[in-house]
C-alpha cells in the first residue's frame, strides 16, 4: 500500500480544521441569536450568560484559521 502524499495529508488536515471552524460559528450564531431573543425580553442576565466565553471561542475560532 502506498503512502498518502504530503500535499494529500496537508489538504485533509485543512478540510479537518475547516470542519471544526465551521461548526464552532454555527454553535455560536445559535448562541448569540439566543442572546437577541433574552434582550427582546429584557432578560439581561440570560443574555450575559449566553455572552459568556464568546470570545474565548472566536480566539480559538482565529487560532484554527491562522494555522489552516
Given at each position: 500500500m502506498t503512502e498518502p502524499n504530503t500535499s494529500d495529508l496537508d489538504q485533509a488536515i485543512r478540510e479537518r480544521i475547516f470542519a471544526r471552524v465551521k461548526e464552532r460559528n454555527r454553535k455560536l450564531i445559535v448562541r448569540l441569536e439566543g442572546v437577541g431573543i433574552d434582550l427582546n425580553h429584557n432578560r439581561q442576565h440570560a443574555a450575559l450568560g449566553g455572552l459568556d466565553r464568546?470570545?474565548?471561542?472566536?480566539?480559538?475560532?482565529?487560532c484554527f484559521l491562522r494555522i489552516a
Open positions: 464568546m470570545e474565548q471561542d472566536i480566539d480559538e475560532m482565529r
